[in-house]
């Protein structure tokens, strides 16, 4: 590079130009014969390295090199090129001084802002990579990796700052220091979502996908994103909730997780008897009842079964036998507490199948089977007076 800047001033001298307009053309011309040359480097590095590069990861049988080296990771790499080259070959063009500090520091500073973003890049690309591993799949760890990346910012900005100024890094640190308590007002639902996105993710509260209800701030849906700042909720009517992350440690929350892990959603509603109709089988009534065959297992008491009795019987028979109701969790149909409205009887079990429409079809069948095998038991639901009860 000496030597090409030598000839140049050569040339220019025997043009006949002073030396006061030779010696700015000379640095000119150096200036844009860097710029070229870092340039071609670039090029060659884009069209020719990185194509190299993406062929030999695509050929191995690992994944892990097409995270690390995606193409976001190269291109920010490729970002260095010019600016590493200017710095290197600066010197040679301009002349020691004020201009070539500036100039230099440019380059530093332009290198650091690069560096960064290549940092952010592989990290992004890391958590990528993590968010498709078996043991970290659907772990709420974007808040972390949004930490990670906000201190390496913090750093590069100060390392920015020390490098334009002529200082020590850990000068501006000391200065920073005083304002300790100004940045924790300002960054503190930052670092209170990070130290809560920690908890979360440590005693495993959240993950994207989970179903929370959350009253306190109407969320009752799907996560479908943790950050640093919110945890964002899409409810069932489509809206979006966003929720602090300190939140969700220092407030109660239900997390469905647990119910779809288990494969049964419970199913507990019951169904008001008209007392009136509570009494006791007859003999004839019996003697069909027996010759059903859900009458196995019927345990005999010693007197005259009574219908209800009966009926519960039946209902227990039902709901082990059909095929949507998860048979290797509780089961039961009881009595309740007597009411004004009636004897309630309550229906306890587990659908096989935990999605929402296949739940609710469920439910509606298995008591539109109740509803309907009532009277062959000689009972009836429990239903308040309307008005054509009083006309009739």
Sequence with gaps: MEAINDKLAVWLQQMGLQESIAMPLQNAGAVVLILIVAFVVDRIFRRAIIPAIRKVTAKTGSQWDDYILSNQVLDNLCKLIIPISVYELIPFALPQGSLLSLVMKLCQVYIVFAFIKLICAFISSLQEMLSEHEKTKGQSLKSFYQMLKLVVWCIG??????????????????????????????????????????????????????????????????????????????????????????????????????????????????????????????????????????????????????????????????????????????????????TPQGMPIELYFFSADTAWLKYEHLQGEVFDHVLAMLHTFGLQAFQSPTGLDIKN
């Design 157 to 338: 900005a100060i390392i920015m700052i020390s490098t334009l100024l002529d200082k020590n890094p850990l000068a501006i640190l000391t200065g920073l220091g005083a304002g300790t308590a100004i940045l924790m007002l300002v960054f503190q639902d930052t670092i209170k979502g990070f130290v809560a996105g920690i908890q979360l993710m440590v005693n495993d509260m959240l993950r994207p996908g989970d179903w929370i209800t959350m009253p306190k701030y109407g969320a009752d849906g799907d996560v479908i994103e943790v950050t640093l700042t919110t945890v964002k909720v899409q409810n069932w009517d489509k809206t979006i909730t966003t929720v602090p992350p300190y939140a969700l440690v220092n407030d109660s929350f239900q997390n469905w997780r647990g119910m779809f892990d288990i494969g049964g959603r419970r199913v507990k509603r019951s169904i008001n008897i008209d007392m009136n109709t509570v009494r006791f089988c007859t003999e004839e009534e019996m003697a069909k009842y027996r010759k059903q065959p859900w009458m196995e297992g019927f345990e005999e008491t010693g007197t005259d079964p009574v219908n209800l009795y009966v009926f519960r019987h039946y209902m227990e028979y039902y709901l082990s036998h059909h095929p949507k109701v998860n048979q290797d969790m509780t089961m039961t149909v009881r009595q309740l507490q007597p």
